[in-house]
C-alpha cells in the first residue's frame, strides 16, 4: 500500500506488499525491500535504507517547526541515531530507550507525546510512531544503514 502524499520516483523498485507510509519519498533507483515509515526518505541501490525524514514534503505540508524538530528527535529516538552537537560531537540517544525493539522504542515515545498534552498537536509525529509501533506487515521495517545493531521486532 502507499500512504497519501508518498512519492516513487523514476526507476524505484518497490518490492510486491511493501507498505510505504504517507508523505514518505522514494528516491530515484532505489530498491525498496522493506515497509517505508511516514515521512521516510528512502535511498540506497541495493537496499534501500531511511536515513533520514523527508524534511522538504515536511515543509511543504506546512508543518509547524516545533513538530518537525520533534519528528527529527523521535527519529534518532527510534533507530538509536547520535545528534551531532557540533562538528566533533556526537551525543547519544536516551540509555532507557537503547535495550528495546523498534516497536517497543516507538510505544514508549507515543506515551510521552500523549503525557505532553499541553503541547501543540502532533498528528504528523504520531502517524510515523503509531505506524512503526503496529508494524506487522509480511516485509521488515526499512532501517538506516547505520543502525546495523537494531532490532525491528
Known amino acids: 500500500t502507499v500512504g497519501e502524499g508518498a512519492q516513487v520516483s523514476?526507476?524505484?523498485?518497490?518490492?510486491?506488499?511493501?507498505?510505504i507510509g504517507g508523505g514518505a519519498f522514494v528516491a530515484a533507483a532505489a530498491v525498496l525491500l522493506d515497509?517505508?515509515?511516514?515521512y521516510g526518505l528512502?535511498?540506497?541501490?541495493?537496499?534501500?535504507?531511511?536515513d533520514s525524514l523527508n524534511m522538504r514534503g515536511i515543509r511543504r505540508l506546512r508543518t509547524p517547526p516545533a513538530e518537525q524538530r520533534a519528528m527529527?528527535?523521535?527519529f534518532r529516538h527510534l533507530f538509536l541515531l547520535p545528534r551531532r552537537t557540533s562538528r566533533f560531537e556526537q551525543s547519544a540517544p536516551p540509555p532507557r530507550l537503547a535495550l528495546?525493539?523498534?516497536s517497543e522504542r516507538a510505544a514508549?515515545?507515543?506515551a510521552e507525546v500523549a503525557e505532553a498534552a499541553g503541547a501543540a498537536p502532533t498528528l504528523r509525529l504520531v502517524e510515523?510512531?503509531?505506524?512503526?509501533r503496529d508494524h506487522?506487515?509480511?516485509?521488515?521495517?526499512?532501517?538506516?544503514?547505520?543502525?546495523?545493531?537494531?532490532?525491528e521486532l
Open 10 to 19: 523514476g526507476h524505484a523498485c518497490v518490492h510486491q506488499r511493501v507498505s
Open 35 to 38: 515497509d517505508l515509515l511516514p
Open 42 to 50: 528512502a535511498a540506497g541501490a541495493s537496499r534501500a535504507t531511511v
Open 72 to 74: 527529527l528527535r523521535a
Open 100 to 102: 528495546l525493539p523498534v
Open 108 to 110: 514508549a515515545l507515543l
Open 128 to 132: 510515523m510512531l503509531r505506524f512503526v
Open 136 to 151: 506487522a506487515g509480511p516485509r521488515g521495517l526499512c532501517l538506516p544503514s547505520s543502525s546495523a545493531g537494531v532490532s
